[in-house]
């Protein structure tokens, strides 16, 4: 039985790398003659061209590779009777499968994994009676990929049937594994023991983090089990590790606050949660808000949209937001965090020497300070190759635009800057303090 299709060569290297590059699902073959997948295999075809290439043993009459096969029956999204999950897995595990991902001992978290990527809850839940029936041990990877369909899928999923698997896992495992861990914790903060969290959440820590999604889901179940104190703890404590959640938890939040607590104060917390920790709210909490503050909050409020300009002055209300102010010793510790970690970087060798830091510490010394400063080569060669403004020409309309403003600006090159048209650099010397590097193709020759 033969495949046809280009190839470049006939070496055994050329064969292994197009076998391994069509057993993945997203490439599919087209047959020439317009044969189904279940006829004669002879004709097929890549850009044109045939060639005759052996890829499965002699016997075959099925095209779909293992994966392909056991992804259409899950998509079939009907019940099965055991006699034909024996027919599939048996099946499966028959057909070619070059990736090498699927076996007997694989297979059955790979069914599961596949009913998760379809989302087909019942099905899911008929494959581990099926495998009960037979009298099989579930794996734990198995249960933990169905741990997070259940979450994925409710409420077509159950307190009960999430705590009877659950349990399961449990008793099997001493130590949890992260993902597993994850998963666990999503699917029992649908039930009554979602507080159980608390332990699984050391697992997680021991081998990761917490991520974004997963406090979140912890944020949002405190909320919604009338915990608010917890909820904004584990908000502060995602924030203190540079995390935000989605805009669910705010949610949540509003939703308790329309059950428990409809006032303003509800809106005003979140509000200053998210000055304190410069958090920017999306599209959907302004929505939130705007919902909760015109139909929660009594009596009701107007509440518009609007848009901020760059003098901080409100296009609604037109009222200014305050400026930020920062002490000396708050822009001194900023000034030497920048010049530290941005401008020497952690080695100073890979972009500059130590004579040329000092040199531009100095240059520092005499100059400040400096309303802006301009990173000349970015900005220059910022619209690319084929924009037909000049460099050059593109930096002075920056420089133009910050000058109008009466700013006194700094701008840090290379010296192959100096290749540029005289006059027109002249004129940024003119209007700006210059710093020029030398040339990292020096620096690397050095």
Not at 290 to 315: D, R
Request: hydrophobic letters at 40%; aromatic letters at 12%.
């Amino acid at each position: 039985m033969h495949f046809g299709w280009r190839t470049v060569s006939k070496t055994p290297f050329t064969l292994r790398l197009l076998t391994r590059l069509f057993a993945n699902p997203r490439y599919q073959l087209r047959s020439c003659t317009g044969k189904s997948q279940a006829e004669n295999l002879e004709d097929f075809e890549i850009d044109g061209s045939t060639a005759n290439l052996q890829l499965e043993p002699p016997g075959y009459s099925n095209t779909l590779f293992a994966m392909n096969f056991l992804q259409s029956k899950i998509q079939e999204r009907r019940p099965k009777e055991n006699e034909e999950w024996d027919e599939i897995l048996e099946k499966t595990l028959e057909l070619p499968n070059y990736s090498s991902n699927i076996n007997k001992v694989s297979i059955n978290g790979v069914v599961m994994t596949l009913c998760l990527q379809e989302k087909n809850f019942d099905l899911a839940l008929q494959f581990l009676k099926y495998l009960e029936d037979k009298g099989e041990e579930i794996n734990h990877g198995t249960l933990s990929v169905f741990m997070k369909l259940c979450y994925s899928c409710w409420p077509d999923s159950s307190e009960e049937i999430i705590l009877k698997y659950y349990d399961i896992l449990r008793k099997r495992l001493t130590i949890i594994d992260t993902f597993t861990a994850e998963n666990c914790i999503l699917a029992i903060s649908l039930t009554s023991r979602w507080k159980e969290y608390k332990e699984l959440l050391e697992h997680v820590k021991f081998s990761g983090s917490i991520g974004r999604n997963l406090y979140t889901v912890l944020v949002s179940t405190a909320f919604r089990n009338k915990q608010p104190n917890l909820g904004w703890s584990l908000l502060h404590q995602a924030a203190t590790e540079g995390k935000t959640v989605t805009s669910a938890a705010y949610s949540a939040w509003f939703e308790y606050c329309a059950e428990n607590n409809p006032t303003v104060q509800g809106a005003e917390t979140l509000l200053k949660f998210s000055h304190e920790w410069n958090i920017g709210l999306d599209d959907v909490t302004a929505d939130d808000i705007q919902q909760y503050f015109e139909q929660i909050v009594k009596p009701a409020w107007k509440v518009e949209h609007t848009s901020i300009n760059l003098s901080g002055t409100c296009m609604a209300c037109r009222r200014k937001l305050p400026t930020i102010f920062i002490t000396k010793e708050e822009f001194k510790k900023l000034s030497e965090s920048f010049l530290e970690n941005v401008v020497i970087g952690k080695d100073v060798f890979t972009k500059s020497t130590p004579e040329e830091v000092d040199r531009f510490s100095q240059f520092l010394d005499r100059s400040l300070p400096y309303d802006v400063v301009i990173d000349g080569l970015n900005v220059a060669l910022a619209l690319g190759s084929r924009s037909s403004v000049a460099p050059i020409d593109f930096l002075i309309d920056v420089v133009n635009y910050f000058l109008d403003r009466d700013m006194k600006i700094m701008i840090i090159g290379r010296l192959h800057m100096l290749k540029w048209p005289k006059q027109k650099f002249d004129y940024i010397k003119k209007n700006c303090k210059v710093f020029l590097a030398q040339n990292m193709y020096y620096l690397l020759l050095k």
